[in-house]
């Protein structure tokens, strides 16, 4: 059992096979938080708490004359609320009296073997065959009877802890919920540490980016209604030391896709709060006598290995323990997908000319983007019309796929459920259906709306309609797009004071939706898309093996898109496509570029040159024999692109080491500059490796390799690639 309870000591431990967890029932009954680090058996670090009569630090009143006992300076496990702790709180609730306060005490703990699962939003599992423990502690407000409950996973083999928090209304009265966080970590002394984050924008997602934390809270949060472009739910805290391949990482991901909340506070003493949950913006959340609110789970990590580390955790815990489609573990398909190549403006003939052309360049299959549906010529009307379009598809959809089958091509559609155009016929048959504030006219964005996913009826909709399409026609993908960011946060569906639910009711709504669509065809392969890359998350890992990068199609600009989201997300999570951007870009280094992801094409593919053609075909060739290894091997960030430097640098290393496959774009070569080697990483020292390249065939060490360096060469153009193959001889 990885959890284990020191009856007499008090210590609640969790154990992963490099970290230890630790937590006491302390003074009052209070539950501090003790040590999350390095594995340490045995240990009781008890000792670590410090208590000094501290200044406008209050102190409980049943700590009696006691000074030196303040809530304000001693780590917790979660915090209280109005008990003289006044750095940020885990939570916020107005009680039925209408105080806000909670004095959360131990009251129990229970530990269970298996994984827990939540009721209403996506969680983790243990894999096939795995060991995995859960520790459900209660924390009791003895005055208003509010209970939290938080929940512990313990993945022993993964080094992953997740947690979420439940609250438990027993009180006589209902209260509100105003702010939970799923979990907190207190640290003794935060000092001289650093906060990693991916922030972003639209066509530049997830931009890694590194500071110092000061004494202030350092929040990263959404309000867009979605996980958004702008910030991602997952923060690291990291020793200022901390590199690629050293150092404390201690790391949150949420598993949540609407307004997240991650707040890093150094305090007065030095004192570092660590914590992530829904967003407390515009949220106020009824919770009736009797009821729970459950909220969001938090994958957290501790390695002291520095980031890479913390990347292969998290890619090895996304690659199995999140999502059971058989697509996780497959090859997936070569796309071509039609945005870039005709935007809405095609018919059946023009598909099937561009899947013929795409067939010579090793596509295996054709992705009908937006447009097909309703009456969609352009990006203002249509949406929420989910039946096709016949003057478009004249053919039908069935004998359009029909035709792309007989090419011995798949063929994939493009969905965004969430949204309604105002010319449409569901908005024309709905208009309360969508979030518009009564007596107030809906913000516009892309002159669309976004549906009240919190309605049954409109959850019902859109699971009967999209089903409709994917079940009459041979369609081996989707799409999932979703091209705006939610404001005018109204149902009309639910009461004045429930207003505040929505925001979060529309993110069930929306897992309920993807459950009824997704889960319900598990031989579809799912993309996810919001106007590229944003609502990339944890939660969304739950249902889609791949998602969209970003509209952002140039090169140059993947290098870094891919090295930021490469942090938290495994590679083949990265839907990356060759497309017509940056026609200074060889096609061959768009490939190399793109096949640090999911493998595709993103252009009209009947206007291409045949040595166009001949060197796409052989990069579909390459992908299809390295994509095993990139799936399943561990990725190195062996640059990084955001420092200057003549060329980016990644590689795929198996789990056994014997192959490895490094990639090389030349970004920016100094004319007659230095001679640079590249150290490679992740093999076995003491291994010969064959190394085979263009114009390369060496034999060397691992250790060579990886201490010396492999010589990139100077003489060759600007944004020019390399892929060189390592295998153990
Ligand atoms: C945004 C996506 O990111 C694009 O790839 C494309 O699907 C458009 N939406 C279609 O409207």
């Given at each position: 059992m990885a959890i284990i309870f020191n009856e007499e000591k008090k210590t609640i431990s969790l154990h992963t096979k490099n970290t230890t967890y630790q937590m006491k029932i302390g003074n009052l009954d209070y539950v501090n938080h003790l040590y999350y680090g390095p594995k340490m058996m045995d240990a009781d670090l008890s000792y670590m708490i410090m208590q000094y009569d501290r200044g406008f630090s209050g102190n409980p009143y049943d700590s009696l004359k006691e000074r030196t006992f303040s809530l304000d300076a001693q780590p917790q496990e979660y915090s209280t609320l109005q008990q003289g702790d006044f750095r940020t709180s885990s939570i916020e609730v107005i009680n039925a009296d209408g105080s806000y306060s909670f004095n959360g005490r131990y009251k129990s703990h229970k530990i269970t073997e298996g994984k827990y699962d939540l009721e209403t939003l996506p969680a983790a599992f243990a894999a096939e065959g795995e060991q995995a423990d859960t520790l459900e502690l209660v924390l009791e407000d003895a005055?208003?009877?509010?209970?939290?409950?938080?929940?512990?996973?313990?993945?022993?083999?993964?080094?992953?802890?997740?947690?979420?928090?439940?609250?438990?209304?027993?009180?006589?009265?209902?209260?509100?919920?105003?702010?939970?966080?799923?979990?907190?970590?207190?640290?003794m002394n935060g000092a001289n540490m650093d906060l990693f984050h991916l922030p972003g924008r639209y066509g530049q997602e997830r931009q890694a980016e590194r500071s110092a934390i000061t004494h202030q809270i350092n929040t990263i949060?959404?309000?867009?209604?979605?996980?958004?472009?702008?910030?991602?739910?997952?923060?690291?805290?990291?020793?200022?030391?901390?590199?690629?391949?050293?150092?404390?990482?201690?790391?949150?991901?949420?598993?949540?896709?609407?307004?997240?909340?991650?707040?890093?506070?150094?305090?007065?003493?030095?004192?570092?709060?660590?914590?992530m949950g829904i967003n407390s913006k515009n949220f106020d959340y009824l919770l009736k006598s009797g009821e729970t609110f459950e909220g969001p789970e938090v994958l957290m990590t501790f390695t002291n290995e520095g980031f890479t580390k913390m990347s292969h955790i998290y890619h090895d815990f996304f690659r199995n323990n999140l999502n059971k489609s058989r697509?996780?573990?497959?090859?997936?398909?070569?796309?071509?997908?039609?945005?870039?190549?005709?935007?809405?403006?095609?018919?059946?003939?023009?598909?099937?000319?561009?899947?013929?052309?795409?067939?010579?360049?090793?596509?295996?299959?054709?992705?009908?983007?937006?447009?097909?549906?309703?009456?969609?010529?352009?990006?203002?009307?249509?949406?929420?019309?989910?039946?096709?379009?016949?003057?478009?598809?004249?053919?039908?959809?069935?004998?359009?796929?029909?035709?792309?089958?007989?090419?011995?091509?798949?063929?994939?559609?493009?969905?965004?459920?969430?949204?309604?155009?105002?010319?449409?016929?569901?908005?024309?048959a709905h208009p309360d259906w969508v979030m518009e504030i009564p007596g107030r006219k809906a913000v516009r964005s892309r002159n669309q709306l976004a549906l009240d996913m919190s309605r049954k009826e409109v959850q019902d909709y859109l699971i009967e309609s999209v089903n409709k399409i994917l079940d009459n026609a041979n369609i081996a993908y989707m799409k999932w797009d979703i091209n705006r960011s939610v404001t005018d946060i109204w149902s009309n569906a639910l009461a004045a004071d429930r207003q505040g639910e929505v925001y979060h009711r529309h993110i069930l709504g929306l897992y309920r939706v993807m459950d009824g669509i997704i889960k319900t065809h598990p031989d579809i392969l799912f993309e996810g898309c919001s106007?590229?890359?944003?609502?990339?998350?944890?939660?969304?890992?739950?249902?889609?093996?791949?998602?969209?990068?970003?509209?952002?199609?140039?090169?140059?600009?993947?290098?870094?898109?891919?090295?930021?989201?490469?942090?938290?997300?495994?590679?083949?999570?990265?839907?990356?496509?060759?497309?017509?951007?940056?026609?200074?870009?060889?096609?061959?280094?768009?490939a190399v570029v793109a096949m640090c992801g999911t493998f595709g094409y993103e252009l009209d593919a009947t206007h291409l040159s045949d040595e166009v053609v001949e060197a796409c075909a052989k990069k579909s060739a390459l992908y299809k024999k390295y994509f095993?290894?990139?799936?399943?091997?561990?990725?190195?960030?062996?640059?990084?692109?955001?420092?200057?430097?003549?060329?980016?640098?990644?590689?795929?290393?198996?789990?056994?080491?014997?192959?490895?496959?490094?990639?090389?774009?030349?970004t920016n070569l100094t004319v007659n500059g230095p001679q640079e080697y590249l150290r490679l990483k992740g093999l076995d020292a003491a291994t010969m490796y064959e190394v085979t390249g263009e114009n390369v065939s060496l034999t060397l060490s691992g250790a060579a390799l990886m201490y010396a360096g492999l010589p990139i060469p100077r003489e060759v153009p600007d944004f020019s690639s390399m892929q060189f193959e390592i295998k153990a001889m």
């Open positions: 005055i208003s009877g509010v209970e939290v409950h938080l929940i512990y996973g313990v993945f022993e083999e993964k080094d992953v802890i997740t947690r979420a928090a439940k609250i438990v209304n027993n009180s006589e009265g209902d209260i509100h919920v105003k702010k939970i966080m799923s979990a907190t970590i207190d640290f949060c959404s309000g867009r209604g979605s996980s958004s472009h702008q910030q991602n739910p997952f923060i690291a805290v990291c020793d200022k030391d901390a590199t690629e391949d050293a150092g404390n990482v201690y790391a949150m991901a949420l598993m949540y896709s609407g307004n997240f909340l991650a707040e890093v506070e150094l305090d007065q003493y030095d004192q570092l709060r660590m914590q697509f996780m573990h497959e090859a997936r398909p070569i796309l071509i997908n039609t945005w870039e190549a005709a935007f809405m403006d095609f018919d059946d003939k023009k598909l099937v000319e561009i899947a013929k052309a795409a067939k010579k360049m090793g596509v295996e299959m054709l992705v009908m983007d937006d447009g097909w549906f309703g009456k969609r010529d352009d990006d203002n009307s249509g949406l929420g019309d989910w039946f096709v379009n016949e003057n478009k598809i004249k053919c039908g959809l069935n004998e359009l796929v029909k035709q792309i089958n007989d090419l011995d091509m798949k063929f994939g559609i493009w969905f965004e459920p969430e949204m309604v155009s105002e010319d449409s016929d569901l908005y024309r106007g590229g890359g944003g609502r990339y998350d944890a939660a969304m890992m739950c249902y889609y093996p791949q998602y969209w990068v970003s509209d952002n199609t140039k090169p140059i600009d993947n290098l870094k898109l891919h090295y930021g989201t490469s942090f938290l997300y495994p590679v083949t999570s990265m839907g990356a496509h060759v497309s017509d951007a940056s026609p200074f870009v060889p096609f061959e280094t768009k095993p290894l990139i799936l399943e091997g561990d990725y190195y960030r062996l640059t990084n692109p955001f420092a200057l430097s003549n060329f980016t640098a990644w590689e795929s290393v198996s789990k056994d080491k014997k192959d490895a496959l490094v990639s090389v774009v030349i």
